[in-house]
Structures are given as C-alpha cells and as structure tokens.
C-alpha cells in the first residue's frame, strides 16, 4: 500500500455526543478517484470534515501521504496540499472571481499560475473575473470552486456533492474536469447522494449508510447494491 | 448662510474623526464576529497615552505618534486577540458582549489609576493658532488634518481590502470563515491583523478627538462611542454607509450645536433644558438608528456549545439563605461600630438593584446596561413622594420605574444581543448625562423639579409608625427587604414564568412555534426587574441620603453588572456579593493598606476578571460555592451546629472577648471549612471540580446508544446528570 496518499483509520465523529460517525476505514491510492455514495444523512460530509481538520474526530487517524495528521488546522492541511470543495458552493459570495482565486495562492503557487490554469480549464470564468461570485450562475460557481482544485494542483482533493443543485449536462462536464485532475497524479476521493455521475468516473468506490461503510468495490460491482442501500436494506 | 456653511464644515470635521473610530470597529466586527464594546476605552487610552508621552515627558510629536499608533496600539490589538478573543469562538453573544464590556471598564479603571483624574492634562491641537480659509471658511489646522487624515484611512483601506492578499482574506472570512481556512488562510493571523488596525483607528480618533475637551476618562470614552452610531447605520457592515453615518452625525450634532439659541426661540424651551439633550445628540441618534434600521440579523456566529447552565434554587435553601441575611443583619448590627454600619447601609440597596439583573440578564439573558438609571427613577420618585417618610413611596418607586422600564423595553422588543446592550447604554447615557441634571421647568402650571438640581437627599421611610432613622433599625430593615426580593426572584425562577423565561433566552423560534407570546414575555420581565430596580435605588438612596447624577453613572451601572456576572447571573448570592464588594467600605479599606488609590484598582479587577469570564460564563457562586455548601442541606444537623458556631462566636465577641478583625476572621475561617470538615466526617466525596473550559465528562457510549447494549452504569448516570446540571439522583 505504498502509495495510499489518503487514508483514514477507525474514523468516529459526531456533534455533542451523537456519533454520526461509527468508524470508516477508507484508502485512496495516488491519482485514483475514489466515489463515495450514500443517502442523506449518512455521514459523508461529516467525514470530509473530519478529513480536512474543520470537525474533530473522536476516535480513528486521519493519514495523509503517509503521515498521521490528527490535530493539525485546516490552513496547515490545506498549505500541505490538500483541498477540500465543500458542500455547497464552496466560493466567497461578496468577492469578484479575481479575489476567489487570489485566495487560492495560499498554497504556494503564484497568482498568475493560478489565473492562467484557472481559465485554461474553465475559460468561461476570464470573462467573469472581475464580476461580484455571488453573481454567478450555480454551475459557474462550482467552477470557480473547483478551479482552487486545479490551480492550487493538491495532493489530495476532496470533493463534496459536485453535481448538488445542478443539471446533468454540466455535472458531466465538472466529472471531466474531475477525470482530467486526477490524470495528473491527484488522489480524489467524491462523495455523493445520486449514483449515475460519480461511478462513471470512479475507479473505485465505496457504499456508506448510518455513518458505516457496508461494501466498498468496482463501481461496477456497487451498482447492484445501490437500490439495496437507498431503499434503507442495510 | 455663511453661519450654516461653518457649521457644515466644522461639522464635517467632527463626522471625520467619528468616521476613523467607527470604521476600525466594523472592520473587528465583521471579521471576527465580536462587537468590541471597549472600542471607545482604547481609544481612550491611547489618547493618554499620547499625552504622556507628548506632554509629560516633552517627547517630539512625529514619535510619539509613530509609537502609539503604529506601535503600541497595533501590538495592543493583536494581544486582546491573542489572550482573550480567540477564547471567545464557540460562546454566546452574552458572554462576548460581557467580556468587552468588561474590558472598557478595565480600561477606564486603569487610566483613572494611573492618570489622576483630578489634574488638568491641557492637549494641545495639532498647529494649534494656524488656521486656512477653505471655502470662505476659517478653519483651524487640527480640523483640516482630522478631514485629511479620514480620507487617508478611507483610500488606506480601500487598499487594503481590494488590493492586499491580506485583506482579501478579511473580507473572506466575512464571508466564510471555515472556506477561508480550507484555502489556507490562518485564521489567527487574519483576526489579528483586524484586532490590530481595529485598534490603531480607535487611538487615532481618540488622539484627534481628545483636545476638543479636556482629557479626562470617562467624557472621551464616551464621546468614542457616540461613533458606534455611525458603525450602526453602516449596519455593521458596509464601510462607505459607515462614512455616510459619520457625515450625519457629526453634520447635525454641530448645526445643533449652532443653532442651539434659535431652536431655543423657534421652540420656546430655553436652552438649558436642551444643552444636555445636544451633547447627548449622538447617544440618540444611535437609539433611533436602532429602532428604525431594518434588523435583517447579521450571521450570528452561533455558540456551538453552550457551556452556561441555571440552577434551580430550592426552597429550604432559599429559606435558609433568607434566615441568615436577615439574622446576620441582626447580629452584625449589635457588634459594627456607627460609621461602619452606615457606610455598609448602601450594600442592601446595591444587592437588590444586583438582583433586579437576575430574571432579565441572567435567566431570558437580556444584556440591560440602565438598571441603575431605573434605580436612580426610584431614587427621584422617593425624593419626592417620601419626602415624609411615607412607606407607600417605596411602592411607587416600583411602579414609576417599571412603567419607565416598559417604555424603554416597548421599542426595544425586536432587539437582542449587542443590539439592546447599546440601545439600554443609550437610555442610561441620556439619563444620567440629560434628565437626570435638568433644571427646574414649569408644565401646565406645575413645577418639576426632578433631581433637585443635581443633588437629590433622600429621607428614610417610616414603617408602622416607626422612623427608620436609627442606624440599626435601617439596616435591619433594608436586609429584609433585601431577603424580600429575594424571595420574589426565587419564585420566579421556580414558576412557569420562570421557565418560559429560560426557554426563551434558549431558543427564541422553538418558543415561538410552542405558542408562546415572545413579546409579552419580554416587556413582561423587562418591567418586572425595571420595578425591582426602582425599589431597590430607593432603599439604596435612602442609605446615601444624598445621590448626585454621577453616583449614577454608565461605569456606575457596569460595574454593578460586571461583579454580578463575576458571582453568577443566576444566583442571589451574587447580589449579596455584589453588595458587599462594592457598597462596603471594609474591602477598600482592607485592600487599601496594601495597595495605595485601591478605588480606581476595584474597578480595573473587576473588569480583568470580567475578562476572564469566556472560559466560565456561570461565576463563581452556581460553579464553587453551591456545589461546596449543597451537602448541608442533607445533614441539618451539622446545619444546626455551624449556625450554632457563629452565634457562638458573635456571643464571644458580645462579650468583647476579641475585637471585630478577630471575628471577621473566625466567620470567615468557620465559612471557607465547615463544608471541608464536613465532608471528611461523613465521607462525602467532594464535588467534582468544573475546571473553567474542561472538557464535559464523556459518556462511555454515545448517547444515543446508551442503554441499548445493557443497563445503564452508575458513572454514566452521574455523568449525564451533571451535563444536564441535574442534582444528583445517583450519589
Ligand atoms: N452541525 C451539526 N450539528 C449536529 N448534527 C449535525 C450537524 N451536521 C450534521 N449533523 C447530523 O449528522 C448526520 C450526518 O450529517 P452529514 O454528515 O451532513 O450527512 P450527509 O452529508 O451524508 O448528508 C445527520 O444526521 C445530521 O443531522
Ligand atoms: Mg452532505
């Protein structure tokens, strides 16, 4: 298991003695996309938290490229390259598309490497980049918020429901720009609540009910146990 | 018109200085989530401290300036962040709010310590007899640099924000704190920067400001704060509305100013009833921006935990606390020389204005910052009405004071948090700086003549036929009046009312979807602590016998608040605490052997361990006190022998065995022991100790899951008792 980049250990979680949580174990290999699917309320965001260091957790290590990272802050993980799109949109609303990505120099790279591997992927945003983001049509800022995943080129990039509130056309068009990243060498680990998109584009992929992971495999292996899943099976 | 130009520009020149201080308060508010109410005191100090330096000790200005505004200021603002706001994540806004406050009454505490506020401190203007013709208008350099300098720091941060990655930043975490960290922004480093030119702003307004009145502390603290108006009507939020407020403001108090002599004609009120109605202009121009300005709340930064808890008092305790007030009272009175009993008479009146706080700042957890301006209605009402003595005065005190609170509470319904902090401020400003030093005036033929100008004297109350002017028999009585609201509070907590009071400070929209009435709730309470308050500044006048507007001050009031929040909102015995630490003389007097000028250092401890309070918002007495003395409720036995004790010794001292220190140690030896001693005789456990921020106890499962794999175990009942605040059912 040489090159796991991310790697999470016995992970529990939850908010004021509620676990939501109980104990995920899950390893994604470096330039593997890695698809999380589950209902509503399953946990799946709470374990990208626990993953990026915004929630900590009770119990379980998180492990990135190799090193056990249980207590650093967000900025630390995210300076060591490591990049989480959250739920949502994950932009500043009241700062035009410049600024956005100005934001994203934190993790090292310069402003100009980042404009320019910003348009070259989503050239629809230069037109934009002086306009306020909050302004923006939902799939344009989840462009701009996958753009930090492509200028910022982290190691690890945690995606959180991409295709939410979306139409599908342009939910395949973010997958290719997911695909694309991952060629790259980024280890990408997706959650999601609708199935189609995100086995399309994993390479491996993993059930996750009531806060437990109950079957990980192919994409194509999952898809016979999705309805099991959603229809409460488990 | 040449006149109404002047006024303009020179009211333009005020707006600029109103615009520095207010711009560095929204620029702390809006990115790190905490509304500095000590703005005004730092800047205040800042000011002093450019005196001392400027003018004490001859120093060239250019480094003085440098010093305290890039310098010590910056440096002063990163350090608040550093040791006390970055506690302050994950609190309620009550507690936020309390700790700034208690950092403006640090503020002003230390300046009056170190700076004597009895010495003139002359603060020259900046080219003090140069003076440029702008517009046909002569005006003075100093101006001319306050229009330049607001300018300055309007494009400065205009820079800053759009053109500084740093800046950015800050408007990011406006946005979204956490995205800004997942970008790799620190958190730290951001709200210290805010904190850090925050602050700086308020010392350079606080320097301009500072020589258009003498130095002296409170006056320049409060005219700072007049610019939280503007802040207010750029909502918190938006810093070119903050300029367009601070143009308002400072254009119309100045044209008021001027044209205070044809107000006067046109209106026919001579001006001396309106001079204190014009310097408090700001005050209410902030009231009325609260009022009308449409309240789409700012992103609350909610407390994750809420680590405060209310316990619910029980009647034999309540009635044993009662007893021993008044039978102490009693005996204290028989064994206290004259002069000390009359100077400790005020502890009674201050207690019960104290436990006025408690149903509405403690239980609904409505920050109220004029319950001494109600006291002090109370104080006016018994002047007047109890000028013979008569009991029925100490009624209506209540009642003139409770209609005076729901009048202030009626258009304050729709506020919370800082909001109705500052709009209660403004009342308690306006009262003590306006109403309460009016001169005589005549209406519809009767005269009013309300705080007699400016020393009200207050005659003791007769009861069944009985002068309450002996020494002894008033401070008899005020202690059962003192245990007689007690009682009152008591009943509240305990009631439905009661409650549905904590329900509501708890959660407003869960009340409201259970039917509740929020709005009738609220006046209700407010009048209710109003009335409490107004009885409790009559007794309190009735011990001072003379009450001056001073007495009855902002810092007054909040020291009054912050010792109550040191000894627990919640509980009585804070009142009673309160009481004693700031309307007895003994404290001062004792502590005022080891350190010289104690008064003003009261002041400045109180408002450190106010600061202190973000790690245990409960105070002392729900968190030390009660756990400890709980176990005597069991054992009345050993109940019997401690009271038993302190007769005891009260017989000896009686006797004139030992002196008065020598008794005030035993009670104090016998108090701090008797649970300890008690304790190791029964084998009780000790309680656990609440270590301020530790961790709750943890359960040995999820709480969800307990119970479902086997009986629950004892430690975790305990547990859950005490994260419930329940007492125990288990020990
Ligand atoms: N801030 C929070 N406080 C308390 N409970 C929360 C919070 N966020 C999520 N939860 C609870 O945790 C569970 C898992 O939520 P989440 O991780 O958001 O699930 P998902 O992303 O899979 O829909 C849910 O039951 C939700 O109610
Ligand atoms: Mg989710």
Same mark, same amino acid.
């Given at each position: 298991?040489?090159?796991?980049?991310?790697?999470?250990?016995?992970?529990?979680?939850?908010?004021?003695?509620?676990?939501?949580?109980?104990?995920?174990?899950?390893?994604?290999?470096?330039?593997?996309?890695?698809?999380?699917?589950?209902?509503?309320?399953?946990?799946?965001?709470?374990?990208?938290?626990?993953?990026?260091?915004?929630?900590?957790?009770?119990?379980?290590?998180?492990?990135?490229?190799?090193?056990?990272?249980?207590?650093?802050?967000?900025?630390?993980?995210?300076?060591?390259?490591?990049?989480?799109?959250?739920?949502?949109?994950?932009? $500043?609303?009241?700062?035009?598309?410049?600024?956005?990505?100005?934001?994203?120099?934190?993790?090292?790279?310069?402003?100009?490497?980042?404009?320019?591997?910003?348009?070259?992927? $989503?050239?629809?945003?230069?037109?934009?980049?002086?306009?306020?983001?909050?302004?923006?049509?939902?799939?344009?800022?989840?462009?701009?918020?996958?753009?930090?995943?492509?200028?910022?080129?982290?190691?690890?990039?945690?995606?959180?429901?991409?295709?939410?509130?979306?139409?599908?056309?342009?939910?395949?068009?973010?997958?290719?720009?997911?695909?694309?990243?991952?060629?790259?060498?980024?280890?990408?680990?997706?959650?999601?609540? $609708?199935?189609?998109?995100?086995?399309?584009?994993?390479?491996?992929?993993?059930?996750?009910?009531?806060?437990?992971?109950?079957?990980?495999?192919?994409?194509?292996?999952?898809?016979?146990?999705?309805?099991?899943?959603?229809?409460?099976?488990? | 018109?040449?006149?109404?130009?002047?006024?303009?520009?020179?009211?333009?020149? /005020?707006?600029?200085?109103?615009?520095?201080?207010?711009?560095?308060?929204?620029?702390?508010?809006? /990115? /790190?989530?905490?509304?500095?109410?000590?703005?005004?005191?730092?800047?205040?100090?800042?000011?002093?401290?450019?005196?001392?330096?400027?003018?004490?000790?001859?120093?060239?200005?250019?480094?003085?300036?440098?010093?305290?505004?890039?310098?010590?200021?910056?440096?002063?603002?990163?350090?608040?962040?550093?040791?006390?706001?970055?506690?302050?994540?994950?609190?309620?806004? =009550?507690?936020?709010?309390?700790?700034?406050?208690?950092?403006?009454?640090?503020?002003?505490?230390?300046?009056?310590?170190?700076?004597?506020?009895?010495?003139?401190?002359?603060?020259?203007?900046?080219?003090?007899?140069?003076?440029?013709?702008?517009?046909?208008?002569?005006?003075?350099?100093?101006?001319?640099?306050?229009?330049?300098? %607001?300018?300055?720091?309007?494009?400065?941060?205009?820079?800053?924000?759009?053109?500084?990655?740093?800046?950015?930043?800050?408007?990011?975490?406006?946005?979204?704190?956490?995205?800004?960290?997942?970008?790799?922004?620190?958190?730290?480093?951001?709200?210290?920067?805010?904190? %850090?030119?925050? =602050?700086?702003?308020?010392?350079? %307004?606080?320097?301009?400001?500072?020589?258009?009145?003498?130095?002296?502390?409170?006056?320049?603290?409060?005219?700072?704060?007049?610019?939280?108006?503007?802040?207010?009507?750029?909502?918190?939020?938006?810093?070119?509305?903050?300029?367009?407020?601070?143009?308002?403001?400072?254009?119309?108090?100045?044209?008021?100013?001027?044209?205070?002599?044809?107000?006067?004609?046109?209106?026919?009120?001579?001006?001396?009833?309106?001079?204190?109605?014009?310097?408090?202009?700001?005050?209410?121009?902030?009231?009325?921006?609260?009022?009308?300005?449409?309240?789409?709340?700012?992103?609350?930064?909610?407390? /994750?935990?809420?680590?405060?808890?209310?316990?619910?008092?029980?009647?034999?305790?309540?009635?044993?606390?009662?007893?021993?007030?008044?039978?102490?009272?009693?005996?204290?009175?028989?064994?206290?020389?004259?002069?000390?009993?009359?100077?400790?008479?005020?502890?009674?009146?201050?207690?019960?204005?104290?436990?006025?706080?408690?149903?509405?700042?403690?239980?609904?957890?409505?920050?109220?910052?004029?319950?001494?301006?109600?006291?002090?209605?109370?104080?006016?009402?018994?002047?007047?009405?109890?000028?013979?003595?008569?009991?029925?005065?100490?009624?209506?005190?209540?009642?003139?004071?409770?209609?005076?609170?729901?009048?202030?509470?009626?258009?304050?319904?729709?506020?919370?948090?800082?909001?109705?902090?500052?709009?209660?401020?403004?009342?308690?400003?306006?009262?003590?700086?306006?109403?309460?030093?009016?001169?005589?005036?005549?209406?519809?033929?009767?005269?009013?003549?309300?705080?007699?100008?400016?020393?009200?004297?207050?005659?003791?109350?007769?009861?069944?036929?009985?002068?309450?002017?002996?020494?002894?028999?008033?401070?008899?009585?005020?202690?059962?009046?003192?245990?007689?609201?007690?009682?009152?509070?008591?009943?509240?907590?305990?009631?439905?009312?009661?409650?549905?009071?904590?329900?509501?400070?708890?959660?407003?929209?869960?009340?409201?979807?259970?039917?509740?009435?929020?709005?009738?709730?609220?006046?209700?309470?407010?009048?209710?602590?109003?009335?409490?308050?107004?009885?409790?500044?009559?007794?309190?006048?009735?011990?001072?016998?003379?009450?001056?507007?001073?007495?009855?001050?902002?810092?007054?009031?909040?020291?009054?608040?912050?010792?109550?929040?040191?000894?627990?909102? =919640?509980?009585?015995?804070?009142?009673?605490?309160?009481?004693?630490?700031?309307?007895?003389?003994?404290?001062?007097?004792?502590?005022?052997?080891?350190?010289?000028?104690?008064?003003?250092?009261?002041?400045?401890?109180?408002?450190?361990?106010?600061?202190?309070?973000?790690?245990?918002?409960?105070?002392?007495?729900?968190?030390?006190?009660?756990?400890?003395?709980?176990?005597?409720?069991?054992?009345?036995?050993?109940?019997?022998?401690?009271?038993?004790?302190?007769?005891?010794?009260?017989?000896?001292?009686?006797?004139?065995?030992?002196?008065?220190?020598?008794? %005030?140690?035993?009670?104090?030896?016998?108090?701090?022991?008797?649970?300890?001693?008690?304790?190791?005789? =029964?084998?009780?456990?000790?309680?656990?100790?609440?270590?301020?921020?530790?961790?709750?106890?943890?359960?040995?499962?999820?709480?969800?899951?307990?119970?479902?794999?086997?009986?629950?175990?004892?430690?975790?009942?305990?547990?859950?008792?005490?994260?419930?605040?329940?007492?125990?059912?288990?020990?």
């Amino acid at each position: 298991m040489g090159d796991a980049l991310l790697e999470l250990r016995g992970v529990r979680a939850g908010y004021g003695g509620i676990e939501v949580v109980h104990g995920v174990d899950l390893v994604v290999e470096r330039g593997q996309v890695f698809g999380v699917l589950g209902p509503n309320g399953a946990g799946k965001t709470t374990l990208m938290k626990v993953a990026a260091a915004l929630h900590p957790p009770t119990a379980g290590d998180v492990i990135v490229a190799g090193r056990r990272v249980n207590g650093a802050t967000p900025d630390q993980l995210a300076r060591a390259g490591l990049c989480l799109v959250p739920e949502g949109r994950g932009i $500043f609303p009241n700062l035009s598309v410049r600024e956005n990505l100005w934001m994203n120099t934190y993790a090292g790279a310069s402003m100009a490497d980042v404009e320019a591997a910003a348009y070259a992927q $989503f050239p629809r945003l230069k037109d934009r980049r002086n306009q306020t983001a909050g302004t923006l049509s939902g799939g344009e800022q989840q462009m701009l918020a996958l753009a930090r995943a492509v200028a910022t080129r982290p190691a690890v990039l945690l995606l959180d429901e991409l295709s939410m509130g979306l139409a599908p056309q342009l939910v395949e068009h973010l997958y290719d720009a997911v695909v694309a990243i991952a060629r790259q060498g980024v280890s990408i680990l997706v959650v999601e609540q $609708f199935a189609k998109t995100v086995l399309g584009a994993a390479s491996q992929a993993a059930i996750m009910v009531g806060g437990r992971i109950v079957k990980v495999g192919t994409p194509a292996e999952l898809e016979d146990e999705l309805s099991a899943a959603y229809l409460g099976g488990h | 018109m040449q006149l109404l130009w002047t006024y303009i520009v020179s009211g333009l020149t /005020t707006a600029a200085i109103y615009a520095i201080a207010a711009t560095g308060l929204v620029l702390t508010y809006t /990115t /790190t989530g905490v509304f500095n109410f000590a703005h005004g005191g730092v800047g205040m100090m800042a000011a002093f401290t450019y005196w001392q330096m400027r003018f004490g000790w001859h120093w060239p200005a250019p480094v003085a300036l440098v010093l305290v505004l890039f310098v010590l200021a910056p440096l002063f603002g990163a350090l608040l962040e550093l040791v006390m706001m970055r506690r302050l994540d994950g609190t309620s806004d =009550t507690t936020k709010l309390v700790v700034t406050l208690a950092l403006m009454l640090a503020t002003i505490g230390a300046a009056t310590w170190i700076w004597n506020p009895n010495e003139a401190r002359p603060i020259r203007k900046f080219w003090e007899n140069s003076v440029v013709t702008v517009f046909g208008v002569r005006l003075p350099w100093h101006q001319v640099i306050a229009l330049i300098l %607001a300018a300055v720091v309007a494009v400065a941060l205009r820079l800053l924000l759009t053109r500084v990655r740093l800046g950015v930043a800050m408007r990011a975490c406006v946005d979204d704190r956490a995205l800004a960290s997942l970008n790799g922004a620190r958190q730290s480093r951001v709200a210290m920067a805010s904190w %850090a030119i925050g =602050t700086s702003l308020a010392a350079l %307004a606080g320097i301009l400001i500072a020589p258009t009145l003498n130095l002296s502390q409170l006056p320049l603290t409060l005219l700072i704060i007049n610019a939280y108006a503007a802040a207010m009507i750029g909502r918190l939020r938006s810093l070119p509305m903050t300029f367009v407020g601070a143009i308002i403001l400072g254009v119309s108090t100045d044209l008021l100013k001027g044209y205070a002599d044809r107000i006067s004609s046109w209106t026919s009120i001579d001006s001396k009833f309106l001079s204190g109605f014009y310097q408090s202009w700001p005050i209410v121009v902030l009231f009325l921006v609260l009022l009308l300005l449409p309240q789409n709340r700012l992103r609350s930064h909610t407390a /994750t935990r809420n680590r405060e808890y209310i316990v619910k008092p029980t009647w034999p305790g309540t009635g044993l606390f009662v007893g021993i007030i008044v039978g102490g009272a009693i005996m204290l009175s028989y064994v206290l020389p004259k002069a000390d009993l009359f100077s400790l008479n005020k502890m009674w009146g201050l207690g019960i204005i104290g436990l006025s706080m408690i149903p509405l700042v403690g239980y609904s957890g409505h920050i109220s910052l004029c319950q001494l301006s109600l006291a002090g209605v109370g104080m006016v009402v018994m002047h007047h009405m109890g000028a013979h003595g008569n009991p029925i005065a100490l009624v209506w005190a209540a009642v003139v004071a409770g209609i005076v609170g729901f009048i202030v509470a009626l258009p304050s319904l729709r506020l919370s948090g800082i909001y109705l902090a500052l709009s209660t401020a403004a009342f308690a400003v306006l009262m003590d700086r306006w109403i309460f030093v009016l001169p005589k005036w005549k209406l519809f033929g009767y005269s009013f003549d309300l705080f007699n100008g400016g020393n009200l004297n207050i005659v003791k109350t007769r009861l069944f036929g009985m002068r309450l002017t002996g020494y002894r028999s008033f401070f008899v009585f005020a202690s059962v009046a003192f245990a007689l609201v007690v009682m009152v509070v008591v009943l509240i907590r305990r009631s439905t009312y009661g409650q549905r009071l904590i329900a509501l400070k708890d959660s407003p929209a869960a009340c409201a979807t259970l039917c509740m009435n929020p709005k009738i709730t609220r006046l209700s309470v407010f009048t209710i602590s109003a009335a409490i308050a107004g009885f409790g500044g009559a007794i309190y006048g009735q011990a001072m016998q003379s009450v001056t507007p001073q007495s009855l001050d902002f810092v007054a009031g909040l020291s009054i608040l912050m010792v109550m929040v040191i000894g627990g909102l =919640t509980s009585p015995g804070a009142a009673l605490f309160m009481g004693m630490f700031l309307g007895s003389p003994f404290v001062a007097n004792v502590a005022g052997k080891v350190v010289p000028s104690f008064s003003q250092l009261q002041t400045v401890l109180v408002g450190l361990v106010g600061i202190g309070l973000g790690k245990n918002p409960n105070g002392f007495i729900p968190s030390d006190i009660r756990p400890n003395w709980n176990i005597f409720l069991k054992h009345r036995a050993a109940l019997g022998a401690v009271l038993v004790a302190f007769v005891g010794l009260w017989i000896l001292r009686r006797a004139d065995v030992f002196d008065n220190w020598v008794f %005030a140690w035993c009670c104090l030896g016998l108090l701090a022991l008797a649970p300890v001693v008690l304790r190791i005789i =029964t084998k009780e456990p000790f309680p656990p100790r609440r270590e301020p921020g530790a961790e709750v106890p943890k359960l040995s499962v999820p709480v969800d899951q307990l119970g479902l794999t086997g009986p629950v175990s004892d430690e975790d009942a305990r547990t859950l008792d005490q994260m419930l605040a329940l007492p125990s059912v288990s020990g």
